[in-house]
């Protein structure tokens, strides 16, 4: 099983649509959550954060489900310039000493359709 | 704040030959960087990670004598690819955290990488 998996999409959707997007993670441990977004041939940019408690940012929700191991992304009112890769991000503590372990979902492409 | 930059932007190198890459944050002292490599419609891979005045660690499959990596200050790491050859042909991606328990990364824009 993949450390973090995505449906790749792509998610067509029209203008005004809500779309949600699921990552599930296999590591139970695993402490900090993000969502991110990438253009194409650009670097990724942090979306938002997500919290236990679920978390809302304008048209943008995020919630954490730990007990499923997986995160979601809504998107209200679905933009054109909301298309994107949406990337799921899951950090892992450091083991003995070491660095915290960042590990990146495939990504979840988004077209928004006029 | 939380700017990083990354130089070149792209390039394009014969075979055999070696491409360093920077990566420095402009704002803000890094004391842990990390490098990634992207292929098309893939995802981003970290290849290493590092802290300033400490050898990188590598992850699995990353191979230390071909992509050496150097954090020699809070604000520069170096990524050099020795010998390129085509299938190292990829974006390569830094990123940034002030703090090393923090979780918030921010990335550099990215470096295109082409071998011919």
């Known amino acids: ?114 | 704040g939380a700017v990083v930059s990354q130089h070149p932007s792209w390039v394009i190198c014969k075979s055999g030959t070696s491409v360093k890459i920077e990566c420095r944050s402009l704002d803000f002292q890094a004391t842990t960087m990390f490098w990634y490599r992207q292929f098309p419609k893939q995802s981003l891979m970290l290849m290493a990670t590092s802290n300033e005045g400490s050898k990188a660690t590598y992850e699995q499959g990353v191979e230390k004598d071909k992509f050496l990596i150097n954090h020699a200050s809070l604000t520069l790491s170096t990524l050099t690819v020795t010998s390129a050859h085509p299938e190292d042909s990829s974006f390569y991606i830094c990123s940034a955290t002030p703090d090393r328990d923090s979780y918030e990364q921010y990335f550099g824009p990215g470096t295109r990488l082409t071998v011919t």
């Not at chain 1, 191991?69 to 070491?98: E, F, H, M, W």
Request: aromatic share 12%; glycine share 8%.
């Open chain 1, 1 to 114: 099983r993949k450390e973090v998996e995505q449906d790749p999409g792509p998610f067509n959707v029209p203008e005004g649509a809500t779309v949600a997007f699921n990552c599930t993670y296999s590591n139970s441990a695993s402490q900090s959550f993000f969502w991110y977004r990438q253009d194409c041939r650009k670097e990724p940019k942090l979306l938002m954060s997500v919290y236990s408690s679920g978390n809302e940012d304008g048209r943008f929700t995020a919630q954490l489900n730990r007990a499923s191991q997986y995160i979601s992304l809504l998107i209200r009112d679905s933009k054109l310039s909301d298309s994107a890769t949406y990337l799921c991000v899951v950090n892992n503590p450091p083991v003995s000493g070491g660095y915290q372990k960042v590990t990146f979902g495939t990504g979840t492409k988004l077209q928004v359709i006029p």
